[in-house]
């Protein structure tokens, strides 16, 4: 296996500054002189977002150099990849990774660390600091929400769901190829289904469809309870 260093102090006959020098690990020439010589190693990370002081993310930051300097002056870290499998990793994000205690362990990232400028750990507030060489595979996909029938939805742009407005009670699909549509996950004025019965359902037992007279000569509905009906329907009006 081969290191590479470069070369940070001129002497009588050696290269130019900043040359490379490659050499056998085990070979100590450039060791001997650490005032001439530094180690190159290669970091595991690239950052990709920051966060400013309100908690949002820099706006059209991209340059690589600006979003590290900020990084290091003590700006949040956001995002970051993991530069030997280009796998990006993100505040919030819930991970598989081993560590000493156990094999494999779940955490979630409420942050970044970076250590001598070549590597960098997240931090889990129930296991502390870990390298983000050490997650295994691929981030663990939290969904977006869940259907009121019990299905996670993880891509408001991919899968397909029904929806329905609370206020029209109107059936909706959201279709799969229904790209950049401008559609928003919306809780409080709709409803989610994954399946077309349940959603047809919910409308059949929310819809108002029969008049008083039909509820009383279809039920055996006491007068005091048809006073009570009259009661809540006028409220609703």
Not at 48 to 74: Q, R, V
Not at 129 to 148: A, C, H, R, V
Request: hydrophobic share 35%; charged share 25%; glycine share 6%.
């Amino acid at each position: 296996m081969k290191e590479q260093y470069k070369l940070i102090k001129v002497y009588p006959g050696s290269p130019e500054l900043g040359f490379i020098l490659e050499q056998k690990s085990g070979s100590v020439d450039a060791n001997k002189y650490p005032e001439f010589w530094e180690k190159v190693v290669e970091k595991d990370y690239e950052i990709l977002t920051i966060l400013n002081n309100n908690n949002d993310i820099f706006p059209y930051l991209t340059n690589k150099s600006c979003i590290e300097y900020l990084a290091k002056s003590g700006f949040k870290i956001h995002s970051v990849k993991r530069l030997s499998d280009g796998e990006i990793f993100t505040i919030g994000d819930k991970v598989e990774f081993n560590i000493h205690a156990y094999k494999h362990a779940i955490g979630i990232i409420s942050g970044f660390v970076i250590y001598n400028n070549t590597s960098i750990s997240f931090v889990d507030n129930q296991l502390g600091y870990n390298s983000i060489l050490k997650i295994i595979g691929n981030k663990i996909k939290q969904p977006l929400f869940t259907t009121e029938d019990g299905v996670d939805i993880f891509d408001l742009h991919k899968d397909e769901y029904y929806f329905i407005r609370k206020d029209y009670l109107r059936l909706n699909l959201k279709k799969s190829t229904d790209y950049n549509d401008g559609f928003v996950y919306e809780p409080e004025i709709e409803v989610y289904f994954k399946s077309k019965e349940k959603a047809e359902e919910y409308i059949l037992m929310n819809k108002p469809m029969l008049s008083l007279i039909e509820v009383a000569n279809n039920s055996n509905i006491t007068v005091g309870g048809m006073k009570s009906l009259i009661k809540l329907v006028k409220s609703k009006l």
